[in-house]
Structure formats: C-alpha cells, structure tokens
C-alpha cells in the first residue's frame, strides 16, 4: 500500500520540525515561507511545477 502526502504538507512538517528542534529560528522560517508564496506568483513557477513533479516521479519508481 503506497502513502501519498502533498509536497507542501510534507515541507510544512518538516519546518515544523526544525523550528521545534531549533534548528531553525521562526523568523527564517517565515521569511523562508513568504519567498515561496511570492515565487509561486511568478512566471518560474510552472518550471518549479514540473521539477517537483520529475522528483516525485524519479522518487516513486523507486
């Protein structure tokens, strides 16, 4: 049986994680996290798009 989780929700958990531990101050990480909203924004989002979705295709034929 496969597990499938979203890139983001995985990411958000990670954060979450690091900031936890802290590994990671809060401030860095909601810098970190209002770059991606406004990267999202942009016209390199679509190739972002499509290398998240050639990671995830490389990770699953594993």
Not at 41 to 57: K, V
Request: overall charge positive; hydrophobic content about 60%.
């Amino acid at each position: 049986m496969g597990l499938s989780i979203s890139a983001a929700a995985l990411l958000a958990i990670i954060v979450v994680v690091l900031v936890k531990g802290g590994h990671v101050r809060i401030g860095p990480a909601v810098t970190c996290t209002l770059f991606g909203f406004t990267l999202a924004a942009t016209g390199l989002a679509p190739a972002i798009n499509t290398g998240l979705a050639g990671i995830a295709g490389l990770l699953a034929s594993f």
